[in-house]
């Protein structure tokens, strides 16, 4: 997968050469576009948390976007403009006056949020950019507006359509969806801001490659249509899964150990997703050859609207509650069957989490807290320590290589708060606990029980990683939190579960 | 290390000069020189030829290697293995002389760092002078260093000894000198004595790391009375148990305050492995007490680690005798000692680059994981590389608990037309071939054998076996030598062979 720059919004400051301030009132192709009514910028304050230190967040930084007014009284942005935001403030092109505004929707998956203004007064002459019917082709003209750095005021730059792709979105850093990408110059501040065809919107604008020249990318219409569906009945639920790997069947050896027809295409099944639709439905080794009746290549391409797309793609425009019907062989047998595309809670998934609390529990100055996407991400480089390491095998293998079936969540020893209590313990930091006091630990959740066991004063803490087990004593690890919290400034215990510890 | 591995640079000889006088001066002369250093130290040059650890079919360009040796004993010339390591051609040069005479390998000891060598000309061996071994060292020894500088001659620098290190392989000390040095192997001499060979040089600390003459001269003794045994070892991963509430837990503290070390693991398929168990205190080993850190009172050397006790004063084949606390009882435990090969881990190091062995029918290449493969591919291995192979390298005691098994990967594939569809896995782990499950290189060519070929191989993680034609495989594998230029398909060492 190729890597790409994390979100456009917070880059350095730079003047960039190719920077565009066009005569704007006297562009034909944008005759009906009133930028006053339609385009908005949006600041915003951020505050991350701080995932090495759970108990307090990152200090808090300005940011600024871009959007669009849609329908009913609404505005469209990135989720990656207004995530972690604290406070959010909107101003319409050629207004002076800044509006506090407030998150209505947000889809971290497809890097999209709608917006809305409570004070009334904000809406007054503005006038919703309507979207397009369809998707322009290569080739075809696009603009794109936006408030990115070089200056305070709006800005348009024009380029053709250069791609339409698969890409992943920085932004959640796992999920891959269509992506438009565009010569026209989108740079840190465009984020969220429209990409326009023949006066309607084709796109948003949301990020870019670093070190790449006249190529950035923004969410084009079908993800747009299908957030905006989703969030019709009142809450966004994201992109239904199959939960499926699979490998093509361009090899004739493997064709005929499957029994494949020479008409057939089709991709074999590798592996399910323990937590998706598939698992239970369709097995390893089942030939998938048709989605809704378009026929799957050996290569899992299936040809949509003239073109040739990979198969997902007709996964990527379904919602939560709607079904697929599959075609497939099963030990030589045809068999078609509809699957109902349900939503999944994937305890699994290493997906970068925002606005969300982390959850943490100290004993004896030890922090344990779950291995997520936004605790690699802090760790960085440090993961290519050996003691380390681990976290990076399991963020992408605790499903493949069966470590999901031990646990719900993995626990790790993620910080030691010095102490005279824990002054042996360093060489545990990292590990993922397996048992305390002889209760298995699934989730972070079983924590406050475990240690309320202890035998003979001691706490034992057994580890995945070693044999080697952390003993603390019981009396004195508590004793020594009282201090630990006042000497660390730390407000709580614990905070699991949406409670915070005394 | 590599420092010693290339040819001084001109200016540096000046430096060294420099640096010489300013040793005469500073510190005490040491006299006693070995009367006849012309004769016993010996400039080893030898020729190398490693192999690319991702093709093992292919060699690497032949390079030239340069030790010191010191004759010792028997008129063999002892210096340190990684300089004689893949060697084509190892020849001797004599101080003050350009003549360089064919010399061949004895025995050579990677895990020891120690190789003997023997001058294949009689009559020059006759000329050679043998140096006594040093039988003791201690902290605070002074001691000489003779370096052979570039025209054949010596310099002599003063040192001391600041540690006596074990370690699981051989007595090291480290020497603080203001020599500076550039040649591994070269010589430290207690008195008249040989004290060890320099292993490597920090020229930022001015100190060498010296391989005692103690673990040489057992070398030597093993190294001739063949099949040669190696350095003996327990199999055991111990660390110190300081922590008091873990003290408590074990029990520990009943046996005394200091005393006693944490088993926190054993090797599998070693002596400890049936012996000892995690959580055991070893008290005492060998009839000697170990504190908690794990050092006892040597009567040569002082306080050093206990694996002295396993590497410097048993063989393979003996057992040690072990006191042990387990679940708060006092035991005593015989761990019978033997020498663990590197190749025997699950993931070897391949320290020595030996050839890997390999199969690449059908383009698929399969071999073992070793470490020597994941450092090929440069300073950011552990982060580009899948990091399920490097987890198991990192962790490899944590997969098996048995011995003889090894990681069987799917390094990668050479396309062809056979393996369509295949082209872009690589570094996926081997669960089984042709259906039978494979827990090393040599079952896979074992059911190669029994099943008259490759036919198909399963991937850890994956529900479908990747599927090859059987027809076509002769002709495919013609193809595939022939275009990727692989002079053999396979490659499978020789077992009867122990070297």
Redesign the interface.
């Given at each position: 997968m190729k890597k790409l720059s994390k979100s456009i919004l917070h880059s350095a400051f730079s003047i960039l050469p190719f920077f565009l301030l066009g005569p704007l009132a006297s562009d034909k192709a944008l005759a009906a576009v009133d930028f006053q009514a339609s385009i908005v910028k949006i600041y915003v304050t951020i505050q991350r948390e701080d995932y090495k230190m759970p108990w307090q967040a990152e200090a808090p930084h300005p940011g600024n976007g871009s959007g669009f007014i849609i329908q009913k009284r609404r505005m469209l942005t990135n989720a990656h403009v207004v995530s972690d935001a604290r406070f959010i403030e909107i101003q319409r092109e050629g207004d002076p006056r800044r509006y506090q505004a407030q998150v209505l929707f947000i889809g971290h998956d497809c890097d999209l949020a709608v917006l809305t203004v409570p004070d009334p007064s904000f809406f007054e002459g503005t006038k919703p950019l309507p979207l397009g019917a369809s998707l322009p082709k290569l080739n075809d003209e696009v603009v794109a507006l936006g408030y990115p750095i070089g200056g305070e005021r709006i800005s348009l730059t024009r380029g053709v359509v250069s791609r339409l792709d698969y890409t992943l979105y920085t932004h959640s850093g796992v999920d891959a969806h269509l992506a438009m990408q565009v010569d026209a110059a989108i740079n840190p501040g465009n984020s969220g801001g429209p990409v326009l065809y023949q006066n309607t919107v084709v796109g948003v604008a949301f990020q870019g490659i670093a070190g790449a020249q006249s190529l950035g990318y923004a969410i084009p219409l079908p993800v747009i249509q299908h957030f905006l569906k989703d969030i019709e009945d009142g809450s966004y639920d994201g992109y239904p899964e199959l939960g499926l790997t699979t490998?093509?069947?361009?090899?004739?050896?493997?064709r005929?150990?499957l029994s494949l027809a020479e008409t057939d295409g089709g991709v074999?099944?590798?592996?399910?997703d323990p937590f998706e639709n598939a698992i239970g439905k369709l097995?390893?080794?089942d030939v998938l050859l048709a989605i809704d009746d378009f026929p799957i290549a050996d290569d899992g391409t299936i040809v949509f609207n003239g073109q040739t797309v990979e198969f997902n793609e007709l996964i990527e425009r379904k919602q939560y509650g709607e079904s697929v019907r599959l075609k497939i062989l099963r030990h030589g047998e045809k068999k078609n069957f509809s699957l109902p595309l349900l939503k999944c809670s994937d305890p699994y998934l290493y997906r970068h989490e925002y606005n969300i609390r982390p959850e943490y529990f100290i004993c004896g100055g030890l922090v344990f807290t779950p291995l997520n996407m936004n605790w690699l991400a802090q760790t960085g480089?440090e993961?290519?320590d050996?003691a380390r390491?681990?976290l990076?095998?399991y963020s992408?293998?605790v499903k493949?290589?069966g470590f999901h079936t031990n646990q719900n969540q993995l626990v790790l020893l993620g910080e030691r708060l010095a102490h005279r209590?824990n002054?042996?313990?360093s060489?545990f930091l990292y590990k993922t606990v397996a048992e305390i006091n002889g209760l298995p630990i699934r989730q972070m959740s079983d924590l406050p029980r475990a240690f309320a066991a202890p035998s003979n004063n001691?706490h034992?803490i057994r580890f995945n990683?070693?044999?080697?087990?952390?003993?603390?004593?019981a009396r004195?690890a508590q004793a020594a939190d009282r201090e630990i919290r006042r000497k660390y400034n730390i407000p709580g215990a614990y905070y699991l579960s949406g409670e915070a510890g005394p | 290390m590599k420092r010693f591995l290339i040819t001084r640079p001109f200016g540096a000889y000046h430096y060294a000069v420099i640096l010489f006088l300013f040793t005469t001066l500073v510190l005490p002369a040491v006299e006693n020189l070995p009367p006849e250093a012309d004769a016993s130290i010996v400039e080893v040059i030898a020729t190398c030829q490693d192999f690319d650890a991702q093709l093992p079919w292919r060699n690497k360009r032949p390079l030239v290697r340069a030790s010191l040796g010191v004759v010792v004993e028997g008129r063999q010339i002892m210096t340190i293995e990684n300089v004689v390591r893949n060697q084509t051609l190892v020849e001797i040069r004599r101080a003050k002389s350009g003549v360089k005479l064919e010399a061949g390998v004895l025995e050579a000891d990677e895990q020891l760092n120690a190789a003997l060598l023997e001058p294949a000309d009689e009559n020059a061996r006759r000329q050679l002078k043998s140096v006594p071994f040093a039988e003791k060292g201690k902290r605070d020894d002074l001691v000489t260093i003779l370096k052979m500088d570039e025209s054949g001659q010596f310099q002599r620098g003063a040192g001391r000894v600041v540690e006596t290190i074990s370690s699981p392989q051989g007595l090291l000390f480290k020497v603080l000198t203001d020599l500076s040095v550039e040649k591994a192997g070269t010589p430290v001499f207690t008195g008249d004595k040989l004290a060890g060979l320099v292993l490597n040089y920090d020229k930022g600390a001015q100190s060498c790391l010296v391989l005692s003459a103690a673990s040489l001269k057992k070398f030597q003794a093993a190294a001739n009375a063949p099949p040669y045994a190696g350095s003996a070892a327990a199999g055991l991963i111990w660390e110190p148990l300081l922590d008091p509430a873990k003290r408590k837990y074990l029990g520990a503290d009943a046996a005394g305050r200091n005393a006693g070390v944490l088993v926190v693991n054993t090797v599998p398929g070693s002596g400890a492995a049936g012996a000892l168990q995690p959580e055991d205190v070893i008290l005492e080993w060998d009839g000697y007490q170990l504190d908690e850190l794990g050092f006892y009172a040597d009567p040569d050397f002082g306080r050093i680690l206990f694996s002295y006790l396993i590497a410097g004063r048993r063989r393979p084949g003996e057992k040690a005798a072990v006191t042990i606390l387990r679940q708060h009882e006092k035991l005593t435990r015989e761990v019978p000692l033997k020498r663990l090969m590197d190749r025997e881990r699950i993931v070897p190091e391949n320290t020595l680059g030996a050839q890997a062995e390999y199969l690449a029918e059908g383009g698929l290449i399969l071999r073992e994981l070793t470490g020597d493969y994941l450092f090929s591919f440069g300073g950011d291995w552990v982060m580009q590389l899948n990091p399920r192979l490097v987890y198991y390298y990192f962790n490899p005691w944590e997969f098996s608990r048995k011995a003889g098994e090894h990681i069987v990967i799917l390094a990668r594939v050479l396309p062809d037309q056979i393996n369509i569809g295949y082209h872009e896995l690589r570094d996926e782990i081997v669960t089984a071939v042709n259906g039978r499950p494979i827990h090393n290189l040599a079952e896979v060519f074992a059911a190669l054998e029994q099943d008259g070929g490759l036919k198909r191989i399963s991937l850890k993680g994956y529900g479908v076996d990747l599927v090859l034609d059987e027809n076509e495989m002769p002709a495919a594998n013609r193809r595939i030598a022939a275009n990727y230029r692989i002079p053999s398909l396979r490659y499978q060492r020789d077992r009867s062979n122990k070297k």
């Open positions: 490998l093509d069947t361009r090899n004739p050896a493997l005929r150990s074999v099944v590798t592996r399910i097995a390893e080794g480089k993961l290519a050996p390491q681990h990076l095998y992408q293998y493949i290589d209590v002054t042996y313990d060489k001691l034992v990683e070693t044999a080697d087990c952390l003993v603390l004593e004195e | -």
